[in-house]
């Protein structure tokens, strides 16, 4: 499957001098542009996602994070077995 990517547009704002120095030194200080800043602020005005959705982009996020634990090479009912124990002090 081919990514598209999503092209770059300008923005022209109005906005008080003291609000841009002071969002360009935070973003100065975080290692990011104010672009970035604003795109990624702009970003959060959008159709909310499914509960499915979100919690298959939660599991999608996590692949591989226990790649390198004890529990990589344990079923789930072991870890279930694992947890029930714990919790009780069995």
Do not use: C
Not at 35 to 48: D, I, K
């Amino acid at each position: 499957m081919k990514h598209i990517e999503d092209p770059k547009i300008k923005l022209r704002l109005s906005v008080r001098k003291s609000a841009v120095e002071n969002a360009r030194k935070y973003a100065g200080k975080h290692h990011t542009s104010l672009s970035t800043m604003v795109e990624e602020y702009l970003n959060q005005f959008h159709e909310p996602i499914s509960d499915g959705q979100r919690k298959a982009d939660i599991i999608n996020s996590m692949f591989g994070f226990l790649k390198d634990s004890p529990m990589r090479n344990m079923t789930d009912w072991e870890i279930k077995d694992m947890m029930m124990k714990d919790k009780y002090g069995l």
